[in-house]
């Protein structure tokens, strides 16, 4: 069983709904969470993270931890053809080398 | 700032052969990874360094070898290509420090095809 489980999709939205990506993970050291974007044939970018459990928001995107269910969450509002990418989530325990453990990505289109 | 680079951005190699990935950071990094995507798999950490001279192995270190020998350099090696390794390699650096420094920056991606 993989540490960190996310679902590749592809997902396929038209433009101005509502995603919901998602990831669950079995290890529960992990302390840092965080949601990489990355585009075609480019390198992954950090969108979003999350220190513990609890909510954050930054512009369209909200992301979310529970801990107590090992599940995490990435909304994005009022989608748009340029949020079309695939979405890493990542996580990482508080101390040590600090490598990040990463879900397999989920491949998101939003149709115009 | 070019941030991090990678050196070649595509490669096919035949099996048995040889190589070495460059990867470049401008930003005073002191922690380096080195990371292979696959299909379904995610990112794997393959090697990474905390500072200038050190190297650790990460989560599928066999097959490759890795160098720091300059903190903004940190080299990946192939000594004899297999088509397992098939994959792009993704290096990426993170600052040491505060808990903000977690973030590691990536680099664009080498691709490499061994036959």
């Known amino acids: 069983q993989k540490e960190v489980e996310q679902d590749p999709g592809p997902l396929s939205v038209p433009e101005g709904a509502i995603v919901s990506l998602n990831c669950t993970y079995s290890?529960?050291?992990?302390?840092?969470f965080m949601w990489y974007r990355q585009y075609s044939r480019k390198g992954p970018e950090l969108l979003m993270y999350t220190y513990s459990s609890g909510n954050k928001e930054d512009g369209r995107f909200t992301a979310q931890v529970d801990k107590s269910s090992k599940y995490i969450s990435l909304f994005i509002r009022d989608s748009q053809p340029s949020d079309s990418a695939t979405y890493l989530c990542?996580?990482?325990?508080?101390?040590?080398?600090?490598?990040?453990?990463f879900g397999s990505g989920t491949r998101l289109q939003v149709q115009p | 700032n070019a941030g991090v680079t990678q050196t070649p951005k595509f490669r096919v190699l035949k099996t048995g052969q040889s190589m070495t990935l460059l990867c470049a950071q401008d930003m005073n990094h002191e922690y380096m990874y080195w990371y292979r995507q696959d299909p379904g798999m995610g990112l794997r950490l393959i090697h990474y360094?905390?500072?200038?001279?050190?190297?650790a192995k990460g989560e599928v270190p066999d097959g490759y070898n890795v160098s720091r020998l300059k903190k903004q350099n940190f080299l990946l090696g192939l000594e004899s290509a297999a088509p397992s390794q098939t994959s792009v390699y993704f290096c990426a650096s993170r600052e040491w420090g505060a808990k903000s420094s977690y973030e590691q920056y990536f680099g664009p991606g080498t691709r490499l095809t061994v036959t």
């Open positions: 990542a996580m990482t325990v508080a101390a040590g080398r600090r490598a990040l453990t």
């Open positions: 290890n529960s050291a992990f302390q840092y």
């Open positions: 360094s905390v500072g200038e001279g050190t190297t």
